[in-house]
């Protein structure tokens, strides 16, 4: 198959959405990104890739740092982090607060925001600079030391954040968050206001579609049951409450956010990553939706 | 490898747990059945199959039955089907009615008994005998003409399937059933009664790990498209509210029972059928659960 | 006080009113009714009644029945009713079923359509021509052999009433419908469809302000204990969701009813009951809610 | 009657209930008071009181403030008041988030915590030293200079309180939350941790039979229409999710507080105040509610 003409002709498919949409308004800084930004990169694990549109432009990336984080949290303490976060789907939006009040504070899943506030306290308990180490960990995946977060997000998301304020409270109250709230929404929001590029977030999932091993160095960063569960519950519980949509029209295990981001991998193949910052009513990239959706279909490559 | 071996191997491992889990009780026929059997087969789609246990002897295949008539209801009008049922995980127990009501009368998916009561309504304007149709459908692509139901079983389910009526009802006064409350809920029941074995759960399921072609007879029954979609379906949505839970243990699309049954398929590959009548607290078979999780670990195969 | 002049009052400050409503449209008997009546009656526990307006045209009682319903059942097993129905209010439309799926099928009051199911499955297991009884209470304390059922709006109710079928086979799953479901919900919907005047309705409830004794024939109908437990439900459970509007603006202990009536009453002093068929969202009259404002407005007469 | 004597009475048939309640242990100094008390206290409009037991005891009011908070807020700008918050039941815990949730964060009404959080809020708005004014407030209407908060309950209170930081976070997401929110929360926690006796909480009440006016200095604190709201608002969500029985065994309007306090009223006649630590599963005095139970059914002194 010729990759690069089907991603060029994915890319004149979807571009028409552009206005269909709307930006992720809850900070400036999201609202005033350009609307009309579109890329996509395809890796395979054997180090071949191919990229069309805006693949070098570093984004926001908002819940698709969840992954990174509990991969590290996995890697750690993998037992102990079932205790505290469940593996279902949720049913409601990612940031409800409904579920944890009758659920005596156990999140879902890890990829709801509850969840990940509960992650981002397992790592503050287990790293001596959790920020940096997280930081760090996410550079050596993605064969990239200059990736950052943006400062002005992090402000903002802290000025912003009382419904994530709201969840980590409710959680203390049920003793399922242990550190200090302040330094856990610290550290939540700082993973969500790192940047990087369709290139980047290519390169780091490829670790989920190389059955947990760094593919240029061979370190096996997690174990292979490991990177099977982390697909798993990309799988169900990926694209908050319109998982099932992706699975159906996808068939990928993967993860969005709210900066339009999406990334998807196909075990033992490849990862595929693709942005464009306009948002439909769920919270998940109208063109980056379409584009995979139209990927998975043109190839005939899914996990179904 | 050999199959056949480590289908005994997990037979072995999962004995012990014979006596953990519960029949269900909510009709007598089901809480009468000997709980100790245990079956296992395992079928590639060139034909050649693994059976270990009690693989010959019929059982009630119960929710198994909403895939087919899914199947069939998608075979007719897939467009009109998910303009009356959705897509995404319930998040809640397979019989709930907070969401309906939440919701506007339409299920979140076909696989929670709400939806499968929509996809009966929908065979029932779309067939002149429904049962008669549905039946012979599942006889043919299950490649055996005994498969019947069982009566006792239809009687008992009609007898107490209060909450399933109060679904139905709940439905039509959202207006999402035409048809009448009792032909629907009688269909309903009837599928639920149909029994079979596990060789034959593990042919019929054949056609999703074919892409929609019948191994036998190279017939095409649904496209490439509609056999994914049902794959991402059972993957998100197949195993109640622990879909999470068998998504991340065993990594195959499937579909469990109140009988004790689960089938599960590798796209591609194989379809694998499990029965042994004990249920965990989610009314998942405790025996088939664990078997399942054996056997992706133990052969590595799986979608992640 | 001149009682007559300021019902008049009353009458000319809410018939501007007319037209902000809409009428009940989920039966074709409710929404042909002509949209202009409004009727007043106010009646003294000495008899003294004064009455302006549309007070002797009779109409559709709807969930006000509930109150009578409920007077007999207490009268005939008063603690067990306290077992098969609670006494709070519900926080939710009256036609919710996800509180009564929280909590076991247990209604939380008998002024919701759950609870009143539930008290006509207990006048069915305890009179023996429940429909004649009930009907010949209500004649009784309202002093009017002619009162009686409207068979259109009966029938009507029957081919409507999905939701209340949903409801009651909650229950019945739950064990809390005794009685065979059609039979419940025939009862249910013949007392919903007895057609009362204010005038009636002003009479039947000087029971409720005259401690529980018939004002004409000295008759001890229910105990003064009884009496008071039942005008603190009307109290707070009298309003659908709007019963803490309603305490909060009247002040009275009352009922209304989707056909447009309001009763309420002020213990050891009168009755005082009105129509008119426009209803707000919440499913109460907008003139007659409007009409008891001013009444105790003007009066100073409310019990706080 | 003799009042003294069946405040006796009714001492010696509540107190062979002390031990089956427990006390409120979410804060030490809860705990930590002895469970043995008991005191009763009724004051009629023209200044005469009968006093039987613990009345000079001073107890944590805890959720009691809310009334006073309350009156003061509607003195100061009712309108605006009741923009900000309902006045319904909620159906729900006194704590519950779910409601807030679906209901875009507008509290049910001002006596869950939510709705007095709300209060705090619009205290702060619209006073210069606000914990200073409603001090001065309550000892006003106490006749009692001395009343003043207990510092270490006030602190505790504050350790302890995510799950009210929960619902401010949640309220502020919506903008439903003006000022900062630990001041919010201060405020709140300070008015919670004020100390009265029986015999101050009796004396403060009779404003709210007493149709707003101090009964001493015949100051009009707030109008005869306020008065009335204020008395609604306590019938039918005084009492968390215990307000129906309440209303239902007693029938007064009133309002209890964790502290084991519950005041009442009968609006034109008396007050009543009760003091017991011993709490029920809803929170509410165990031997509080019997006495109050007991005193109007001897008396035959309720509004229904």
Redesign the interface.
């Known amino acids: 198959m010729n990759y690069k003409n089907i991603l060029e002709e994915i890319k004149s498919e979807v571009e028409p959405l552009i206005g269909s949409g709307k930006l992720a308004d809850y900070i400036p800084e999201l609202a005033n990104v350009s609307p009309s930004h579109f890329g996509i990169e395809l890796r395979f694990i054997d180090g071949v890739s191919y990229a069309v549109g805006d693949t070098n432009i570093p984004f926001s990336i908002q819940s698709i740092s969840k992954v990174f984080a509990l991969t590290l949290a996995i890697k750690l303490v993998e037992n102990y982090v079932w205790k505290r976060v469940?593996?279902?789907?949720?049913?409601?939006a990612f940031n409800?607060?409904?579920?944890l009040?009758h659920e005596n504070g156990i999140p879902?899943?890890p990829f709801i925001n509850a969840g990940a506030l509960v992650i981002s306290d397992i790592l503050i308990s287990n790293l001596k600079q959790p920020k940096n180490e997280l930081l760090e960990f996410i550079r050596k995946i993605s064969n990239n030391q200059k990736i950052n977060i943006n400062k002005k997000v992090a402000a903002s998301e802290k000025e912003n954040g009382?419904?994530n304020?709201?969840?980590?409270?409710?959680m203390?109250?049920f003793g399922n968050i242990k550190n200090d709230?302040d330094e856990v929404l610290d550290l939540y929001f700082f993973m969500c206001s790192i940047e990087m590029t369709c290139s980047d977030l290519s390169e780091a999932f490829l670790l989920y579609s190389n059955h947990g091993v760094l593919p240029n160095g061979n370190e096996k960063v997690i174990s292979?049951?490991q990177?099977?569960?982390l697909?798993?519950?990309m799988?169900?519980?990926g694209f908050y409450?319109?998982?099932?949509?992706f699975?159906?029209k996808v068939?990928l295990?993967g993860k969005s956010g709210v900066g339009g981001g999406i990334v998807a991998v196909l075990?033992g193949k490849f990862s595929i990553a693709s942005w464009s910052p306009e948002l439909n009513k769920k919270g998940n990239s109208v063109l980056s939706m379409k584009a995979l959706e139209l990927f998975t279909?043109k190839t005939?490559l899914?996990?179904?």
Do not use: H, W
Request: glycine residues 8%.
């Open positions: 469940g593996v279902e789907p949720s049913g409601n409800s607060l409904v579920q009040e879902r899943n009382y419904r304020a709201a969840l980590a409270n409710m203390k109250s709230i292979l049951s990177t099977k569960r697909n798993a519950l799988q169900t519980c409450d319109e998982a099932g949509e699975s159906f068939g295990p075990p279909t005939k899914s996990v179904f």
